[in-house]
């Protein structure tokens, strides 16, 4: 290996365990939302032996749609269980994330992004330099390390980054005629998100691209390794969902439409401007500038990131700006062109010199931009899950059930109590619910986040005793979160007075 690329490496791998660290010291450490609790609840479930949550009293509780009241934030009632939950996210990344927490404990997943960081820089210094040279590939890791959606998807326990370093991983290896490897890992990525299974056709294609000899052995050997992840998908999705097509996300075409195309044109074309800088874009321009090789693995790679960008236009749109994370794996692509381009641009005009000094500049930006947009910040704003979960776990009792929504996934993940999610709860059945719980010594309480208060009030103060909210909480978590008693409302009418343990944690 040439001293260039020696140091090449040496760089881009500082920047791969640079944005690890970043996820580490600035990760959330937290399930909160429904991806992250699909994905850790889902994990746990296997790494105790099982393919799903599932609930100790789903058979017998009698209220209404009991199996849909038990199934927590980003879960859905099994369909094949009925004292289980399904997961609505795919459970490629559980199977990734079970063998980390049975090994090491329930913590352990949370390594797994930080972890992808590292895969997803060097693909991107591996992909970039065989275009255009070491060099490249250092801009190519630089500007990935430092992209806004990549720095706050870090943090996170969800599967973007994962997603994007597996395919950049495959793409790499498949330019390296590594066709097995490749394969294997287009597998495990189809496994992670099955909609971007089109890519396995760009992954195939490879040994026509790099035109090898016998390259239609080398494409059925491709096709032969990605045939364990594409199997273990409709074997979970037989298992979880009852069907080896069927998925936690219902129909497909419910989800994905033509009409869906202008509305995510627009956002993802915003965002990319407003986040990015249109900074990919310039990797489309590599087709024109080189010739031979070069040219075929721009036009191959471009066509692959084209194929990611045409399946998510026709997703279900969302405005905000960080579902940009779904576009990763062609960000990611364009972005490796990005760093060949601009090598080669800069050297024909012989201002090379210019070109670190640009990715400098570009990778400030893209911090600024990630830190302007709350990435340095999630630890903080999605702590509140874990310390939520902690003091239910110290406070309240082993047995307890927590009626919550928005925290169910954290008092299920982080404090091991059951969950009950008032907003699928026949209002009419809220007294009965809690009075049926006590008496089979499952003591309920009442978790809320502020936000969710009054449309709890709306949903059951005609319905409930309890629904009006009418007596101090129990507990109040840093004027975030309120835990209320059910049993303390006729105490306090009654005028026993007690004082709210008010908990303002750092």
Known sequence: MARSDVAGVVVAAAAAIALAAFGIVRGTWSVGGSDSSCYALTAMAMAEGRLQPVSAFAAEAPWPNAPLTLAPGGFIPSPVRADAASPICAPGMAVLMAPMAMLLGRDAIFWLVPLSAIVLVMAC?????????????????????????????VVQPMNDVLTAA?????????????????????????????????????????????????????????????????????????????????????????????????????????TLLQTQYLVPVIGLAAPTLFTGSARRLSVWLIAAALTVIAIYALYQPYPEWWYIRFLLPAIALLLALTGAVMVHAASRARMGGLVPIAAVVLAILGIRTAADRQAFDLQALEGRYRTTAQIVSERLPPDAVLITVWQSGSVRFHADREAVMWDSMDPAWLDRAVAWLSSRGRPPYLLFERREEGEFRSRFRDHSEYGALDWPPRIDINRQVRIYDPGDRARYLAGEAYATDNIRPR
């Open 125 to 153: 210094f591996f992909i970039a330099r065989q275009v255009s040279g070491a060099t490249a590939g250092v801009i190519a890791a630089v500007l990935i390390a430092s992209s806004p959606i990549v720095l706050y998807q």
């Open 166 to 270: 597996l395919w950049m991983a495959a793409f790499a290896l498949a330019m390296h005629r590594q066709h097995f490897a490749s394969g294997l890992l287009a597998g495990v990525a189809i496994l992670v998100r099955p909609n971007l299974a089109p890519l396995m056709l760009a992954i195939a294609a490879s040994p026509l691209v790099l035109q090898r000899a016998r390259a239609w052995r080398a494409i059925a050997v491709t096709f032969a390794a990605a045939i364990p992840g594409v199997l273990a998908m409709f074997a979970l999705n037989g298992a979880l969902y009852g069907g080896a097509f069927a998925s936690g996300y219902g129909d497909a075409n419910r989800l994905f439409s033509a009409s869906n195309i202008d509305d995510n044109l627009v956002n993802f074309g915003g």
